[in-house]
């Protein structure tokens, strides 16, 4: 009945989250918060985790892409449901180190690593560092060297295949601030590059080719066109690559029209082609990895928040305004992001209104949703606003040093903070 299969409604009429009633979670912890069902996240891991067992004999591993919503729970929870995490700044490094997250399961993404976070990955042994550039190669085989290590490494080729996403998150075109292009020759120039370096360990190739991705086929071509270049690189160099990293980018359900392919869809699809060209080619399946991020968190995650006030401007449209906005989540405002908006404490009524939901940030493009249907409202009631789980708490702001909102897991109907709200005097910490 709803975009995501761990919300539902009870017998009161109240929106609920892993079975628990929101309007209880918005009492129990306030509002603003996140909430996200703690199984529905783990479900997710799991399922991906079976497809690399199911699809390629377990040779491969999920690396659940952190940037999507990272603390040190959620690297817990990754940790217990044996996937990996990639991670892509000294930050989010740091959060998977201070859970003492298995090193070699870590992978370092980002297209200008500084020096001092190419030092943290060297000096805690990540496994596989995923090099952007040139310059990043050559630093990082200088600082292994001088501390007399070799460190793992995957390039970042960009396949050049257009996957028919939203133009501000493309990232797999030439005409892109990620990785090495293929038809310069500026890859395999790369490639032959450090093959030849004693300080690092070429272990394979990363693609990622977008986000919010449906169709099946961009995936498919990317994989082929990966495993094209193992080809040559073998038979230029005889060097063989072990390991092709595939990238993340499932798309999940925001609005009931969506209708995003089951994981297991494409992890079939994918590594049938994966199965059958690397034997055509004459090379050995590669170990495969994944990078879920959105597909892991999203639908599992919610916000709450409680109406302030309504304003209707009589043939213009009707402002709901509440106790959030942009702060919280940006990603209207970016890329006007779609979502479904509930009142949660009349989730059973029938959505007669059609407004404009308006957070309380002093910006007029701070709106949650526009034009969209939701119950009638008033001061007070509770609103939730689903699929909220993947970069809103990791993209959120301090913008009107309104303090950042807590994260509130629920789990067989238990709830518990993970990270708490933060605090007025937080706020003003790191002011001298
Ligand atoms: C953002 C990103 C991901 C995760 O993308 P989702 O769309 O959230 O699945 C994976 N890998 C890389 C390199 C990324 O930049």
């Known amino acids: 009945m709803y975009v995501s299969d761990c919300i539902s409604a009870n017998e009161r009429g109240h929106l609920t989250i892993g079975s628990y009633d929101t309007v209880e979670l918005a009492k129990k912890y306030g509002t603003p918060l996140y909430a996200y069902d703690e199984n529905e996240i783990r479900k997710n891991l799991k399922e991906f985790k079976k497809s690399i067992d199911d699809e390629y004999g377990g040779n491969g591993l999920v690396v659940y892409a952190s940037k999507a919503f990272c603390c040190k729970e959620m690297m817990r929870v990754c940790m217990q449901e044996g996937v990996g995490v990639d991670v892509v700044s000294g930050g989010e490094l740091y959060t998977a180190l201070s859970v003492d997250f298995p090193t070699e399961n870590i992978v370092f993404h980002g297209n200008n690593k500084t020096y001092d976070e190419l030092v943290m990955a060297v000096e805690n042994n990540v496994g596989r560092v995923i090099v952007d550039n040139l310059t990043e190669l050559e630093t990082l085989n200088t600082i292994a060297a001088e501390k007399g290590v070799k460190i793992g490494i995957m390039l970042r080729i960009k396949p050049g295949i257009d996957a028919h996403t939203h133009s501000f998150i493309k990232t797999g075109q030439i005409d892109s601030k990620f990785g090495f292009a293929l038809e310069t020759g500026e890859a395999l120039d790369a490639i032959k590059e450090a093959i030849a370096m004693s300080n690092v360990e070429l272990r394979g190739l990363h693609c990622h080719i977008g986000s919010q991705i449906f169709d099946l086929d961009p995936f498919e071509l990317a994989a082929t066109v990966m495993l094209d270049l193992f080809k040559q690189v073998k038979d230029e160099t005889g060097y063989e690559l072990k390991e092709l990293n595939l990238g993340g980018g499932f798309g999940i359900k925001y609005l009931k029209s969506d209708r995003p392919r089951a994981f297991s869809d494409y992890m079939r699809k994918v590594s049938a082609a994966v199965n059958s060209y690397s034997k055509d080619l004459g090379l050995e399946c590669p170990f495969i990895l994944i990078e879920p991020g959105r597909s892991v968190v999203g639908a599992a995650g919610i ?68 034009w969209t249907r939701l119950q009638p409202v008033e001061p007070g009631d509770i609103l939730a606003v689903l699929s909220t789980g993947a970069y809103n708490y990791s993209m959120a702001s301090n913008y009107n040093r309104i303090p950042r909102l807590p994260v509130i897991f629920v789990k067989n109907g238990k709830a518990r903070e993970v990270i708490k709200r933060e605090t007025y005097d937080q706020l003003i910490e790191c002011d001298i």
């Open 303 to 370: 916000t709450l928040y409680t109406v302030g006030c309504v304003k209707d401007i009589p043939d213009v449209r009707t402002y709901v305004s509440v106790d959030g906005g942009m702060g919280d989540n940006p990603r209207y405002a970016l890329y006007q992001s779609a979502y479904e908006v509930i009142c949660a404490n009349k989730a059973g009524d029938k959505r007669e209104w059609t407004v404009t939901v308006a957070g309380k940030c002093c910006e007029s493009g701070d709106l949650i949703q526009e």
